[in-house]
């Protein structure tokens, strides 16, 4: 057993228009039961002065306004820069659409107690709307397809096996991560703006050699997809959502796959998504085979930034 420290920990939210989900998420952490966290309020220019009405309201938050959307990764790594300016030993990323349990942070920090390898601790995400429903229990990597594979998604939480486990990826909705990880490795990669990003994040950090570990005891609850659940004439999610998820599926394939493996990678996405456009076209959801066909193209023909490290 390693022993740690009482460590501080900066609790980074992005909000973007999503007004009362982040209220939510704030009442759940003003009773959270871990003596030494703060929390960095990033908004990505909402409407209406969101920023401004949610710091008034929690006054003991710490705001950084943007002037524009920059992103699940952009503004994500706003505040993960004032976070590490300020000194804390452990910065997290949580969703703003997410309910958390009083204990879940200190159940994540005894986590890292427990192996002196681990970078990211996980906890248990189950469905807002139902809380005996899996949302994510951790994330492994197919390295042969290039594919993300969500565990526990949509299992009922008892007929799953919820002992601790190491991961080859944790999402982004909620991951604790220590300070010497992210300076080994760096901050998120602005390219993919959202989407993919906690994936392609995860594996750097275990090429630098930090474990990903879930941590069962600690538990949060996720509305899941709340920023991309807009009602639109072709459906509840938006074009650009799919317009993400095929680019960034192709830049973490060009980043991560090599080898024998890419051309049954690239393969298999490809008519993943040709499929995608086949079933836009029959409906007659023209933006969003626009949206595929757009991210195709991007996906394959756009730079790639390096991700930034942190000075």
């Known amino acids: 057993m390693v022993s740690i420290p009482e460590a501080s920990v900066a609790i980074i939210l992005v909000n973007w228009n999503g007004f009362e989900f982040t209220k939510a998420c704030l009442d759940s952490l003003r009773k959270v039961d871990y003596p030494d966290f703060r929390v960095i309020l990033v908004d990505n220019a909402s409407k209406n002065q969101e920023g401004e009405r949610l710091a008034k309201a929690f006054p003991e938050i710490e705001l950084i306004q943007n002037s524009e959307n920059l992103g699940f990764a952009g503004g994500n790594n706003k505040g993960i820069r004032k976070a590490l300016d300020q000194g804390f030993s452990y910065l997290m990323l949580l969703n703003n659409d997410t309910i958390v349990e009083l204990d879940f942070l200190g159940q994540m920090i005894r986590k890292f107690g427990q192996n002196s390898r681990l970078g990211v601790v996980q906890p248990l995400i189950c469905f807002l709307h139902d809380h005996t429903q899996i949302w994510s229990a951790g994330g492994k990597w197919n390295s042969f397809l290039g594919r993300a594979i969500t565990l526990g998604d949509r299992k009922p939480v008892d007929n799953f096996n919820l002992t601790d486990r190491n991961l080859d990826w944790a999402t982004g909705c909620c991951m604790l991560i220590t300070r010497e990880a992210l300076l ?128």
């Not at 994936?199 to 709340?226: C, D, N, P, Q, T």
């Not at 938006?238 to 394939?253: A, D, K």
């Open 184 to 311: 080994k490795t760096g901050l998120l990669n602005e390219s993919y703006f959202t989407y993919f990003e906690d994936v392609e994040w995860s594996l750097r950090f275990r090429e630098k050699g930090f474990e990903i570990a879930l941590a069962a005891e600690a538990k949060i609850y996720h509305e899941a997809g709340a920023s991309s659940k807009k009602k639109h004439s072709e459906g509840t999610l938006s074009p650009r959502v799919f317009y993400y998820h095929v680019r960034n599926q192709f830049f973490l394939l060009r980043s991560q796959v090599h080898g024998f493996a890419t051309p049954f990678a690239w393969t298999y996405h490809s008519f993943r998504f040709l499929a995608w456009i086949s079933y836009f076209c029959l409906r007659g959801r023209f933006q969003k085979l626009k949206s595929v066909a757009h991210g195709l193209k991007d996906g394959i023909t756009l730079p790639l930034q390096k991700p930034e490290q942190w000075h």
